[in-house]
């Protein structure tokens, strides 16, 4: 009986030794021919290098991505990727910026960083310089040369997995770009898609499509094309909380400022042409508590130094507004808190002793007293005719005064200095003035009732 009972064993532990041959074959593999694969990505990132700094608690950045990848232990290969709106705007500034974002992703590992509507505002020539500079491949298969047709940027790109070909398409909604950058035009989705999908399917074994698109239109794509494996975006308001899917594809979303990063783990599996089996998903919010990378922050504290040296278009005194009225022109200038003063003598101490009067300084104290991103809210009148330029240094027209919320004081002090009644009267403030810096996070969360008292003046 014994030794029957060791001869079941044996048989036993022999199919189990037999097993874990065929199906474990090494670090991150599943089964022969098939491994596990890890997908990060991120979008909207905006220009969130590092958090402003401006209060505590402030999540994201680029400087907690690098620290929360560096510390992952991902199973098998690992790919990143970025659907677009890395950059902030279309000013100078914002380029500039830019440049050391790319850089940011080329030290994460990045595979490819797609176009969002931002990005397609650039000017033709200006996007092509900047992914000639890139470190990391800026992909679209929308943006095209106006009068040509032919594509500005490279449509896509293949990466090798451990012997998997992997192709990466990059598109933007025509719906996502306001305006498209000078010389440029943006093809619909469908059309890009058309232009290299072909081409790109014949070359791989498994394609993910990166797209700057709403959930409807992302949803489409997937109707549309069984190839994609995988779509990552986009244009929406808030991440997925898990995977979507529609006809062959899998769907996943993130935004929010480099504030949160999405994960994906999957086996690659399949003969000739592979798919995304058994995946698991997850959705990381970048917390405060997560360490800032310092090789990061000081691409931050580079850009700071960069941007301090180089003469911008926002310094010109004759800059135009890019947010005012066509045809409107101001009347009135801005004339600084001082002279509010003789006048106004109560809300002039109210203002003296609250932060506002000191909201410069905490510029200066971080090294962005340079930094249009950080000045608007930090000055007064910042980017309007007569409003605070960067030459003027400290020198005038610093802190949030009493003109950030009223607005050019010199018509209405004039009109009283000559005995004249005011032509106009300020009009009344409440909570949706202040939102235009007290918003998110910058006040975690504002609250009018509670901010209020402290700042309280006038009738």
Same mark, same amino acid.
């Given at each position: *009986?014994?030794?029957?009972?060791? /001869?079941?064993?044996?048989?036993?532990?022999?199919?189990?030794?037999?097993?874990?041959?065929?199906?474990?074959?090494?670090?991150?593999?599943?089964?022969?021919?098939?491994?596990? &694969? @890890?997908?990060?990505? @991120?979008?909207?990132?905006?220009?969130?290098?590092?958090?402003?700094?401006?209060?505590?608690?402030?999540?994201?950045?680029?400087?907690?991505?690098?620290?929360?990848?560096?510390?992952?232990?991902?199973?098998?290969?690992?790919?990143?990727?970025?659907?677009?709106?890395?950059?902030? =705007?279309?000013?100078?500034?914002?380029?500039?910026?830019?440049?050391?974002?790319?850089?940011?992703?080329?030290?994460?590992?990045?595979?490819?960083?797609?176009?969002? =509507?931002?990005?397609?505002?650039?000017?033709?020539?200006?996007? #092509?310089?900047?992914?000639?500079?890139?470190?990391?491949?800026?992909?679209?298969?929308?943006?095209?040369?106006?009068?040509?047709?032919? =594509?500005?940027?490279?449509?896509?790109?293949?990466?090798?997995?451990?012997?998997?070909?992997?192709?990466? &398409?990059?598109?933007?909604?025509?719906?996502?770009?306001?305006?498209?950058?000078?010389?440029?035009?943006?093809?619909?989705?469908?059309?890009?898609?058309?232009?290299?999908?072909?081409? &790109?399917?014949?070359? @791989?074994? &498994?394609?993910?499509?990166?797209?700057?698109?709403?959930?409807?239109?992302?949803?489409?794509?997937?109707?549309?094309?069984? %190839?994609?494996?995988?779509?990552?975006?986009?244009?929406?308001?808030?991440?997925?909380?898990?995977?979507?899917?529609?006809?062959?594809? *899998?769907?996943?979303?993130?935004?929010?400022?480099?504030? #949160?990063?999405?994960?994906?783990?999957?086996?690659?599996?399949?003969?000739?042409?592979?798919?995304? #089996?058994?995946?698991?998903?997850?959705?990381?919010?970048?917390?405060?508590?997560?360490?800032?990378?310092?090789?990061?922050?000081? *691409?931050? +504290?580079?850009? +700071?130094?960069?941007?301090?040296?180089?003469?911008?278009?926002?310094?010109? !005194?004759? /800059?135009?507004?890019?947010?005012?009225?066509?045809?409107?022109?101001?009347?009135?200038?801005?004339? =600084?808190?001082?002279?509010?003063?003789?006048?106004?003598?109560? /809300?002039?101490?109210?203002?003296?002793?609250?932060?506002?009067?000191?909201?410069? %300084?905490?510029?200066?104290?971080?090294?962005?007293?340079?930094?249009?991103?950080?000045?608007?809210?930090?000055?007064?009148?910042?980017?309007?005719?007569?409003?605070?330029?960067?030459?003027?240094?400290?020198?005038?027209?610093?802190?949030?005064?009493? %003109?950030?919320?009223?607005?050019? /004081?010199?018509?209405?002090?004039?009109?009283?200095?000559?005995?004249?009644?005011?032509?106009?009267?300020?009009?009344?403030?409440?909570?949706?003035?202040?939102?235009?810096?007290?918003?998110?996070?910058?006040?975690?969360?504002?609250?009018?009732?509670?901010?209020? !008292?402290?700042? %309280?003046?006038?009738?």
């Amino acid at each position: *009986m014994k030794t029957v009972l060791r /001869a079941i064993v044996v048989l036993l532990l022999a199919a189990a030794l037999t097993l874990a041959v065929i199906y474990y074959t090494g670090p991150g593999k599943t089964q022969a021919g098939s491994e596990r &694969l @890890t997908i990060h990505f @991120t979008c909207d990132a905006s220009g969130r290098l590092e958090p402003c700094g401006c209060f505590t608690g402030q999540h994201g950045g680029l400087t907690r991505l690098k620290t929360w990848l560096g510390e992952r232990k991902d199973p098998g290969p690992v790919l990143k990727l970025d659907a677009g709106g890395a950059i902030a =705007g279309v000013a100078d500034h914002d380029i500039i910026q830019y440049r050391y974002m790319t850089r940011a992703y080329a030290t994460m590992g990045f595979a490819a960083l797609n176009m969002g =509507g931002r990005e397609a505002m650039i000017p033709a020539t200006h996007l #092509t310089a900047l992914a000639k500079s890139s470190p990391v491949p800026l992909l679209s298969a929308s943006l095209v040369d106006a009068e040509s047709r032919k =594509g500005v940027l490279d449509p896509y790109r293949v990466v090798d997995i451990h012997g998997t070909r992997v192709g990466i &398409l990059g598109v933007v909604s025509p719906k996502s770009v306001p305006t498209p950058g000078e010389g440029m035009a943006v093809l619909g989705l469908n059309e890009a898609v058309d232009r290299h999908l072909p081409e &790109l399917a014949a070359k @791989t074994d &498994l394609v993910i499509l990166l797209a700057f698109a709403d959930e409807n239109e992302m949803r489409r794509l997937a109707k549309d094309y069984y %190839e994609f494996a995988l779509i990552i975006g986009g244009d929406v308001s808030g991440p997925t909380q898990e995977i979507l899917r529609e006809n062959e594809s *899998m769907i996943l979303f993130t935004t929010n400022q480099a504030r #949160t990063v999405g994960t994906l783990v999957a086996t690659l599996s399949g003969g000739k042409k592979k798919r995304l #089996t058994d995946p698991t998903y997850d959705i990381q919010l970048l917390w405060d508590t997560i360490p800032q990378h310092e090789d990061l922050l000081g *691409m931050a +504290r580079d850009y +700071r130094a960069e941007i301090r040296k180089t003469p911008l278009a926002i310094d010109d !005194p004759n /800059a135009k507004d890019p947010n005012a009225i066509p045809g409107v022109s101001m009347e009135a200038s801005y004339v =600084g808190s001082a002279a509010c003063k003789s006048c106004h003598a109560g /809300a002039h101490e109210v203002w003296e002793k609250s932060g506002h009067a000191h909201a410069f %300084e905490t510029l200066v104290k971080t090294g962005s007293d340079a930094d249009p991103h950080c000045i608007s809210c930090h000055t007064v009148g910042f980017g309007k005719p007569s409003g605070y330029r960067r030459p003027m240094g400290s020198a005038s027209l610093v802190d949030v005064g009493c %003109e950030s919320c009223h607005g050019p /004081a010199s018509e209405h002090i004039a009109r009283y200095v000559d005995g004249k009644p005011s032509s106009f009267k300020f009009r009344p403030l409440g909570p949706g003035d202040c939102k235009s810096c007290h918003y998110g996070e910058f006040s975690r969360p504002f609250e009018w009732d509670k901010f209020w !008292p402290g700042i %309280e003046h006038g009738k």
